[in-house]
């Protein structure tokens, strides 16, 4: 008995090999159908243990895109070990996002690049799991509907149209019950290609497209030339041959249709890879397919080959900007150039999904993934078109009548259209004709180009629009030569944006008022943030508050209007760092006599420039050549806050009124601000932080908002920005992104007193005492007690915020490196303490407001306690003089 157990247990292993063995012969030749059955004999009875046939099992049910079974197996393979190749963790990612199992596809995604940390494709679908709650809120532009009457229970997919009909591939309709064949992929019927009279979504029976293009196994998918006369088409053949891999293969007849004849292979079959999915350009010229050959990205790539007028030269790949590690497949090409195909490697909901590329300066560049309705997270592929608007397409996705389905589509155009006039002169007289428009990325990545027509006109369809895009002018053409600048006008014809040379006849639209109808706002890498604040008189210095500031070019040209704050807090956002600029203030009210001095001082309280009033006004350059004052001025979002104000118009355009609007920040729950809007409509919101994006949500059981079915967000001006309507629950939502900031923000250099000079309107409980504690501190240098100017200006900031609200109390606090005794640096902190005190009570503060306190170098901020050698920059982070705020509860 013993021995029988022995012989069994060692069967046990060898059965499983040899099952393995089995389904891998068929693996290696895409039967995954055959596969399948050998990898589950190889796990009965020790499942737990053959991690290998785990793994198999999972890649046939992903290719087969059963990724219910692929995902189950998957876990079941990992659940033996964690010690597989990286594209385990990656294929398993996917098919989790497939599944809709985003924060699980995470997880895996992170896995792989922990192995593959450059793998710009994993962090790509990372990044796009993270924000799925955000590319699932973006507006829907496709309207689908599923071609019911020629889909049956079996497979239907890559439509064609031609000559008001659609062919398109199919399961055979009718097959020998004696002798029945079914393809080793899927252990389906073969596929053949059939065609149909169709009107929209409507269309009658369909048959057999052509006998002679329907051959014994597997034809189709197809492309028809613009004549109808060339058809080109996808065959697979068999040959029952040991070790032989079928492999697909284009073949091109001649004719028309239902007589096609002289069938010949196309040039670059082969026999040791696949060459599929056809799709002939309109002039004929190029010929786009899939293929797995040599040279390619990894999976199946898309190649291109060019007709020299007499042969179809070498295959081109598109290159990395299109094909990736995985598969790309179905292209279609589109009659003004644009490229359709499905990826599923470049970032997207699950499966495969329909993208979009364009050929520019001879080479294809990525435009966009064509979004939620046309794309789901199942396979969604094959797109035609019936015109710029109205198409098919198909896909697997729940709730069709069989396993892959054919959809009408119509696009509802709410991509972006990038469009404008350019001028060679301001009053619109003289259009530049014919000129290079060349649209880039604001990170300098070229995507599209168009010359003007001859009235200056250029107009870019179909992209992002939550994107931001420059226009850039590239010319030697003699007529523009000398030309120091372009101007770009709206639809209106109304000069909106005025170009900066930029280099030899380089040009760019940017930093014109934002127009919601046309280009969104331009810049580049270069531009800065000019931040600062405006002062008045010395000892203490006032802030200049509420103040409108102009920002003037060279040419005269007005580039921006903002209003300072409390603090006199200025930031003029995108400006090219290559012209210099004009700041002034022409407000006749702000009260201030001849020959006052006005202070600019930076964010750190550092004066830059000093100069008198005269006549009420007064004005100051700031020069490109001066590198210093630029860089002092320069600051990142991150120091910015932002006041956020504009218009709600309901359908009809008239202001909606006491209508609730509230604030969070993106991906956040939690409330930051309520507005109820004006009897004019207008919403303000205050203090947001210039480096966050945000939502903008109203109340769905908001009474007001009952017969709103559509909101207009209009900006400071009145101009229509943004067009909402309400979503699955009901609200209506805006997310606030940089584009919108610039047309309804205006900016102010971040501080941390403005919250002190909210605390008066901050509804708390009246007996309860309110505290803060200021972020800004004033430094010192080693030793010394006394402040410098940029302190002074900090203490004069206290001095105003004090003025503001009599209720106010504040503790300084004072403290110092490690350097000298204990004993020594707490006099010397208490003295720091004292002298700021005894500068606020110079100024007319009450004494009994204040209140200085010294700590010595008992509260560090870093690592420099005694005995550790430090630079002299940690050191002076502790040497400072810190602010707490109170105010006192009513008595």
Known sequence: MQIKILILLFALPVFAFTQISKGDAYYSKSQYFKAIPKYKKALKGNSSQNQ???????????????????????????????????????????????????????????????????????????????????????????????????NTEKSEFSPLVFNNKLAFVAEKESFNFVD??????????????????????????????????????????????????????????????????????????????????????FKYNSDNYSVAHPSISYDNNFIFFTSDMPGGYGGKDIWFCKWNGSDWDKPVNLGPDINTSADEMFPTIRKDGTLYFSSTGLPGFGGLDIYSAKLFEGKWILIRNEGLNINSSFDDFGITFLNDSIGYFSSNRTGGKGKDDIYWYKYTDKALIISGTVYLTENGNDPAKGIKVILAETNGKRIDSVKTTTKGFFEFKNFDADKKYMAIIDTDDPQFTGKARYFLADKNNVVQRITNKQGNNKFVFKNLPFDPNSLPDLQTDDDLTLAGNLLYGESPSKPIKNTKLKLTNDAGDVLEEITTNEFGAFAFRNIPSDQNYLISIEETDINLPNNTKVILTNKSGKELKTFYTGSGKFKFKVLSADKGLMKEMDVEDVNLSMDVFGYMYDQNKKPIASAKFKIKEEGSKAELQEVITAENGKFNFKNLKGDKNYLFETDEKDPVLSGVKRIYIADNKGRIYKVIDKDGYGRFTFKMLD?????????????????????????????????????????????????????????????????????????LSSHTDSKASDDFNLRLSQKRAQHAVNYLISKGIDKKRLKAVGYGETKLLNRCVNGVDCYDEEHAKNRRTEFKITESPQS
């Open 739 to 811: 584009a919108d900031k610039t047309a309804l923000g205006e900016f102010v250099v971040d501080d941390p007193w403005m919250e002190v000079m909210m605390l008066k309107n901050k509804q708390n409980d009246k007996n309860k005492k309110k505290e803060l504690t200021i972020i800004e501190n004033i430094y010192y240098a080693s030793g010394d007690y006394k402040f410098d100017n940029a302190a002074q200006k900090v203490l004069d900031k206290v001095i105003t915020v004090l003025n503001s609200n009599s209720k106010l109390l504040i503790e």
């Open 180 to 265: 029945y064949s079914v393809n080793d992929y899927n252990g389906e019927p073969y596929l053949n290609m059939y065609v149909t009279d169709i009107h929209g979504t409507e269309a009658k029976k369909s048959k057999t497209l052509s006998k002679r293009i329907n051959a014994e196994y597997h034809d189709g998918p197809g492309s028809i030339s613009a004549d109808g006369k060339t058809f080109y088409f996808t065959r697979v053949n068999y040959k029952k041959k040991k070790n032989f891999i079928n492999t697909a293969q284009i073949f091109v007849a001649k004719g028309e249709e239902r007589k096609w004849k002289d069938i010949t292979p």
């Open 52 to 150: 290998e046939a785990h793994l198999k099992l999972a890649d046939c049910y992903k290719n087969l895109n059963d990724y219910a079974n692929a995902e189950e197996s998957y876990k079941k393979a990992l659940a033996i070990s964690h010690q597989v190749p990286a594209e385990v963790f990656f294929n398993y990612g996917q098919v989790l996002k497939t599944n809709n199992k985003y924060p699980e596809a995470v997880e895996q995604y992170g896995k792989y690049l922990k192995l593959n940390p450059k793998d710009a494709n994993a962090s790509k679908a990372v990044k796009f799991c993270k924000e799925i709650k955000y590319y699932m809120s973006k507006p829907i532009e496709y309207e689908v509907k599923n071609i019911e009457k020629i």
